[in-house]
């Protein structure tokens, strides 16, 4: 089935030590999005790709980066993880580009703990 | 510009009641609507889509209807069963690649 996989489930990483979080599709959509979730909240829009083209939120921290090597992959780096940042991390995927009907499709999320 | 109003809960309803979860939305525009579940630690699941006006989104009991004069896309369920306890939201998407989410809203179904 296709689908949008997140890598790892869960992470565990300490105040201030770099974490990266990886999505990978089976969809081929061209539009990769990066949420991050707190609890009994909405989804937060991070960054999405549009192709190769990266649009950051204008609220995102710098301390958020995100890569995209290829169609297939994207990955969230977080360089100096405060404890705030403890968060459930969703990557959805859609098709883009002229055809706005379209619904996007969810990782299972990364849980994101901050010690 | 754009955005979603959701209604507040907690929801609690007994089974086979009825569900009513309420959306308005603001946008430029003919957007597409959504409406997603999310169960406990998991991802966002789309429940059902509409993305013209009165076109009615259903799917495993679940209706709404994108209805442009009074920009709502209300969210309903005939008898609902514990299995349906989750996250609502209501979404949106416009004339681009982003989609703006409701706030959410938990229903619990009580034997």
């Known amino acids: 089935d296709a689908m949008v996989i997140q890598n790892p489930r869960y992470q565990v990483t300490q105040f201030g030590k770099p974490v990266t979080l990886s999505c990978s599709q089976t969809?081929?959509?061209?539009?990769m999005y990066w949420y991050q979730q707190k609890s009994s909240q909405a989804p937060k829009l991070l960054f999405h790709y549009y192709d190769k083209d990266f649009n950051n939120e204008a609220d995102t921290p710098d301390n958020f980066q995100s890569r995209r090597p290829n169609t297939s992959f994207c990955f969230l780096d977080i360089r100096s993880p405060g404890l705030g940042d403890a968060a459930m991390y969703l990557c959805a995927t859609s098709k883009g580009g002229g055809t706005y009907s379209y619904e996007q499709y969810f990782g299972p999320g990364t849980r994101l703990t901050v010690t | 510009g754009n955005s979603v109003t959701q209604m507040e809960g907690p929801v609690t309803l007994s089974e086979e009641a009825f569900l009513t979860i309420n959306c308005t939305y603001t946008?430029?525009?003919?957007?597409?609507l959504f409406w997603y579940v999310q169960y406990p630690g998991e991802g966002l699941q789309l429940l059902l889509k509409?993305?013209?006006?009165?076109d009615k989104g259903s799917n495993k009991g679940f209706e709404a209807t994108y209805r442009k004069e009074t920009t709502s896309f209300h969210l309903e369920k005939g008898s609902v069963q514990v299995s349906d306890s989750a996250v609502y939201f209501c979404?949106?998407?416009?004339?681009?690649?982003?989609?703006?989410f409701g706030t959410g809203t938990s229903l619990t179904v009580i034997p």
């Open positions: 946008a430029t525009g003919y957007p597409s």
């Open positions: 509409a993305t013209k006006a009165d």
């Open positions: 979404a949106l998407r416009g004339t681009g690649n982003q989609f703006y």
């Open positions: 969809l081929n959509h061209n539009v």
